[in-house]
């Protein structure tokens, strides 16, 4: 074959291989965010023994730590957590993701919230793990979350390592709270008012106070001891039957150290057979209680979750969980105050006198 010939053919043949390698789709894209390297790997079977978890800022540290099967709040008289939260943490690690790398320049970890976070008004985090003996099984400086639009997209934030001052944007989920008071479960109980059937109060240096639903369902709680009294409001009465409808706590202690002076207690008989007794302390102007039921399998279940402890409510529950009379007694709509003497009187407005028209001349 003549020389010519073969170089028409490779031509042709370059040509072709030119056009398949453009025609044919780009398959080196990057790699999923499946693939991207994971933050902590093996993690796992580590976190088996993690026996404290330690979240600190400029602010403050938090720590949660392990009590046998569950996890506590020692900030919160070793108050158990709910277990989703540190759950939902402990998995965020695991399967915490490395998918971009980003500054590594000290002076410009600020702007992605990875600043020293012992450094005054810092907003990063230092996220901890550690076993019984305070040796780190994950550490991470944990940022500020990227907002992402598009929909199905999942949750990144930007982390570094304690140790190094290259910063990475992760994928994951990381629910980092440094306020006790989201890792622990406030609500106490949600029992509707027409389930109170009655109450029996019962106050320090007060006389017995007792309140009766008539047989009605829909009847009012009524005050029938004392048998005399004033006239009664019926919102106030109305607040005692709705005493544990959607009831918070805003702190806790241990039940052995509730602080304040013992105000008495108010009996609860409710419906099912359940009844609740709650003793109530005053301290300056804190409301702190104790809650104890009765019953069956319903008191059960209440009572393992209020035994051994002392909530801080409200201070408007006083008056529904230990009113006085005093504190149900319907309030007068007061009088306009009288005018101060020598105050000067208001001006009478008189009309405006209008002069009558000049008589008309008479017709010459």
Same mark, same amino acid.
């Given at each position: 074959?003549?020389?010519?010939?073969?170089?028409?053919?490779?031509?042709?043949?370059?040509? &072709?291989?030119?056009?398949?390698?453009?025609?044919?789709?780009?398959?080196?894209?990057? %790699?999923?965010?499946?693939?991207?390297?994971?933050?902590?790997?093996?993690?796992?079977?580590?976190? $088996?023994?993690?026996?404290?978890?330690?979240?600190?800022?400029?602010?403050?540290?938090?720590?949660?730590?392990?009590? !046998?099967?569950?996890?506590?709040? %020692?900030?919160?008289? #070793?108050?158990?957590?709910?277990?989703?939260?540190?759950? /939902?943490?402990?998995?965020?690690?695991?399967?915490?993701?490395?998918?971009?790398?980003?500054?590594?320049?000290?002076?410009?970890? #600020?702007?992605?919230?990875?600043?020293?976070?012992?450094?005054? $008004?810092?907003?990063?985090?230092?996220?901890?793990?550690?076993?019984?003996?305070?040796?780190?099984?994950?550490?991470?400086?944990? !940022?500020?979350?990227?907002?992402?639009?598009?929909?199905?997209?999942? /949750?990144?934030?930007?982390?570094?390592?304690?140790?190094?001052?290259? &910063?990475?944007?992760?994928?994951?989920?990381?629910?980092?709270?440094?306020?006790?008071?989201?890792?622990?479960?406030?609500?106490?109980?949600?029992?509707?008012?027409?389930?109170?059937?009655?109450?029996?109060?019962?106050?320090?240096?007060?006389?017995?106070?007792?309140?009766?639903?008539?047989?009605?369902?829909?009847?009012?709680?009524?005050?029938?001891?004392?048998?005399?009294?004033?006239?009664?409001?019926?919102?106030?009465?109305?607040?005692?039957?709705?005493?544990?409808?959607?009831?918070?706590?805003?702190?806790?202690?241990?039940?052995?150290?509730?602080?304040?002076?013992?105000? !008495?207690?108010?009996?609860?008989?409710?419906?099912?057979?359940?009844?609740?007794?709650?003793?109530?302390?005053?301290?300056?102007?804190?409301?702190?209680?104790?809650?104890?039921?009765?019953? *069956?399998?319903?008191?059960?279940?209440?009572?393992?979750?209020?035994?051994?402890?002392?909530?801080?409510?409200?201070?408007?529950?006083?008056?529904?969980?230990? %009113?006085?009379?005093?504190?149900?007694?319907?309030?007068?709509?007061?009088?306009?105050?009288?005018?101060?003497?020598?105050? *000067?009187?208001?001006?009478?407005?008189?009309?405006?006198?209008?002069?009558?028209? %000049?008589?008309?001349?008479?017709?010459?």
């Amino acid at each position: 074959m003549k020389r010519r010939t073969l170089l028409a053919l490779g031509g042709t043949a370059a040509a &072709a291989v030119g056009a398949a390698i453009l025609l044919t789709p780009d398959r080196a894209a990057p %790699p999923p965010p499946s693939a991207s390297d994971l933050a902590f790997p093996n993690l796992a079977p580590r976190l $088996a023994n993690a026996a404290t978890i330690e979240v600190k800022r400029h602010d403050g540290t938090l720590l949660v730590r392990r009590a !046998g099967e569950a996890w506590v709040l %020692p900030a919160k008289a #070793d108050y158990p957590v709910r277990p989703e939260r540190v759950r /939902e943490l402990l998995v965020g690690l695991t399967e915490l993701r490395l998918t971009e790398p980003r500054t590594a320049n000290p002076e410009m970890l #600020d702007r992605l919230g990875l600043e020293d976070p012992t450094r005054p $008004a810092a907003t990063s985090s230092l996220l901890r793990v550690l076993d019984a003996q305070g040796a780190a099984i994950a550490e991470l400086v944990v !940022g500020r979350r990227r907002v992402r639009v598009q929909g199905n997209v999942p /949750e990144s934030v930007y982390v570094r390592r304690p140790s190094e001052n290259q &910063a990475w944007l992760a994928e994951g989920r990381l629910p980092l709270d440094a306020d006790p008071n989201l890792w622990i479960d406030r609500d106490l109980a949600n029992i509707p008012r027409d389930r109170v059937r009655g109450v029996n109060i019962h106050r320090q240096n007060e006389p017995p106070l007792i309140l009766r639903r008539g047989a009605d369902t829909d009847a009012p709680l009524a005050v029938v001891e004392p048998t005399e009294t004033p006239a009664l409001d019926e919102i106030s009465l109305d607040e005692v039957a709705r005493g544990f409808e959607f009831l918070t706590f805003l702190d806790v202690r241990k039940a052995t150290e509730i602080p304040g002076e013992r105000l !008495g207690e108010g009996r609860f008989e409710l419906t099912d057979n359940l009844r609740i007794t709650v003793t109530a302390h005053k301290d300056g102007e804190t409301l702190w209680a104790t809650l104890a039921a009765e019953g *069956d399998e319903e008191a059960d279940r209440l009572n393992a979750r209020w035994r051994g402890w002392a909530y801080q409510l409200g201070q408007w529950k006083e008056k529904a969980f230990v %009113p006085r009379l005093e504190d149900l007694r319907k309030q007068e709509a007061s009088a306009p105050a009288p005018a101060a003497p020598g105050a *000067d009187a208001p001006a009478t407005v008189t009309p405006t006198e209008t002069p009558d028209p %000049p008589a008309a001349a008479a017709p010459q």
